[in-house]
T-cell receptor, first 113, second 113 residues
Framework: AQSVTQPDIHITVSEGASLELRCNYS??????LFWYVQSPGQGLQLLLK??????LVQGIKGFEAEFKRSQSSFNLRKPSVHWSDAAEYFC???????????FGAGTRLFVKA | ETGVTQSPTHLIKTRGQQVTLRCSSQ?????VSWYQQALGQGPQFIFQ???????GRGNFPPRFSGLQFPNYSSELNVNALLLGDSALYLC????????????FGSGTRLTVV
């Protein structure tokens, strides 16, 4: 069965520092992968998605993610974090049936001044 | 675009009662999915509706049921509420295919006492 693992429950970075959030997936074929962000009390917003092609994908708000098949990873990065980036981040993979998306448990990002 | 709207935003119910949550999908989206997000966890797939038919279901008991209407809005009904049903219920719409990624509503916070 497909699954998503986000090894870090929470991460704290200084404003202006770089960020990398880790995501590992379990999937039998070429996965469709997503990163979503959730601010407190809000729904989820799609940051970026990977279907095929270039393994480095660009998203909104200055985020990017790199798909590495050999490592079954899809890590999210940002070169310079802003205080407004503090939120919960979810990695997700589309189920083989195509009708549902499986989410990881999330990583809470804290940004310190 | 109006986005996905959910109502109500908050709800308190007593154990054993029934509840109906509502969702209006984004304009042009004919697929609606419902997710349950317990505190500190990632969203868990409940079911999906496509053109008024249930298109897939997660590991939730039959007391979780739904409807989709001709205008693609949707309802989630939960009967015989349990304390463990307390969660944020998220509605997400998509234009007929999961690989596009979802547009999420802000959710309904259900508390069962």
């Amino acid at each position: 069965a497909q699954s998503v693992t986000q090894p870090d429950i929470h991460i704290t970075v200084s404003e202006g520092a770089s960020l990398e959030l880790r995501c590992n997936y379990s999937y039998g074929a070429t996965p469709y992968l997503f990163w979503y962000v959730q601010s407190p009390g809000q729904g989820l917003q799609l940051l970026l998605k990977y279907f095929s092609g270039d393994t480095l994908v660009q998203g909104i708000k200055g985020f990017e993610a790199e798909f590495k098949r050999s490592q079954s990873s899809f890590n999210l990065r940002k070169p310079s974090v802003h205080w407004s980036d503090a939120a919960e981040y979810f990695c997700a993979v589309e189920d083989t049936g195509g009708f549902k998306t499986i989410f990881g448990a999330g990583t809470r990002l804290f940004v310190k001044a | 675009e109006t986005g996905v709207t959910q109502s109500p935003t908050h709800l308190i119910k007593t154990r054993g009662q029934q509840v109906t949550l509502r969702c209006s999908s984004q304009s042009g989206h004919n697929t609606v999915s419902w997710y349950q997000q317990a505190l500190g966890q990632g969203p868990q797939f409940i079911f999906q509706y496509y053109r008024e038919e249930e298109n897939g279901r997660g590991n939730f008991p039959p007391r979780f049921s739904g409807l989709q209407f001709p205008n693609y809005s949707s309802e989630l009904n939960v009967n015989a509420l349990l304390l463990g049903d307390s969660a944020l219920y998220l509605c997400a719409s998509s234009p007929g295919t999961v690989i596009s990624g979802y547009t999420f509503g802000s959710g309904t916070r259900l508390t069962v006492v």
